[in-house]
């Protein structure tokens, strides 16, 4: 299996921009999907492949790729987006992985 | 409403068994993947076990592999856990979670890999 790393933290002021990295080997070849997760609540899938939008999700929400670091971004970032997000990759041999995880504080 | 609703959790001793269900409604069940994800308190997400749409494959984590079942039944619309031998570490919030299921042409199939439904969890403690 293969591993996602996270930075475990990172602090934005609202209306500012948060950038969320993830890191990992298998990355250039596989798509990366993001998740929010608010205390006491389910995971909430935000990204996909790498960079589209579920329907629902807030356009400020983006996603790109380069390399084997994906990034998630919030662009004027909100005190309802003060939560823990995690990407996810997976392999064609079935294995799924989550990222470390990281918290955004909204100060 | 699409929904995963879980079931099943609860106290049990090391070494001990317990079976964990997950009832699907609001969509076709059948034509969805499924997964188990487990969160440790204060800690991450963690895959678990996938099984994808009739139940022919599955996948475990290496942590749970050999201990751990992943079933399910469609005409009951309900995906199963049956969790033998826990250890302390197994204790953690568990969730379903749906994944579409894949796009095959005659030549290749194309795999969501992603989770775009999940359940709010059911508690599995193991402690004596």
């Known amino acids: 299996s293969y591993e996602l790393t996270q930075p475990p933290s990172v602090s934005v002021s609202p209306g500012q921009t948060a950038r969320i990295t993830c890191s990992g080997d298998?990355?250039?070849?596989?798509?990366a999907y993001w998740y929010q997760q608010k205390p006491g609540q389910a995971p909430v899938l935000v990204i996909y492949?790498?960079?589209q939008r579920p329907s629902g999700i807030p356009e400020r929400f983006s996603g790109s790729s380069s390399g084997t670091t994906v990034t998630l971004t919030i662009s004027g970032v909100q005190a309802e987006d003060e939560a823990a997000y995690y990407c996810?990759?997976?392999?064609?041999?079935?294995?799924?992985?989550f990222g470390t995880g990281t918290k955004v504080t909204v100060l | 409403e699409v929904q995963l609703v879980e079931s099943g959790g609860g106290l049990v001793q090391p070494g001990g068994s317990l079976r964990l269900s997950c009832a699907a409604s609001?969509?076709?069940?059948?034509?969805?993947?499924v997964h188990w994800v487990r969160q440790a308190p204060g800690k991450g997400l963690v895959w678990v076990s996938r099984?994808?749409?009739?139940?022919?494959?599955?996948s475990y984590a290496d942590s749970v592999k050999g201990r751990f079942t992943i079933s399910r039944d469609n005409a009951k619309n309900t995906l199963y856990l049956q969790m033998n031998s826990l250890r302390a570490e197994d204790t953690a919030v568990y969730y379903c979670?749906?994944?579409?299921?894949?796009?095959?042409?005659?030549?290749?199939?194309?795999?969501?890999?992603?989770?775009?439904?999940w359940g709010k969890g059911t508690t599995v403690t193991v402690s004596s």
């Open positions: 609001g969509f076709t069940f059948s034509s969805y993947w």
């Open positions: 298998a990355l250039p070849k596989e798509y």
């Open positions: 996810q990759s997976a392999d064609s041999s079935g294995t799924y992985v």
């Open positions: 492949k790498d960079s």
């Open positions: 099984i994808n749409s009739d139940g022919s494959s599955t």
């Open positions: 979670a749906r994944e579409p299921a894949p796009l095959c042409s005659s030549a290749t199939c194309y795999y969501s890999y992603y989770m775009d439904v």
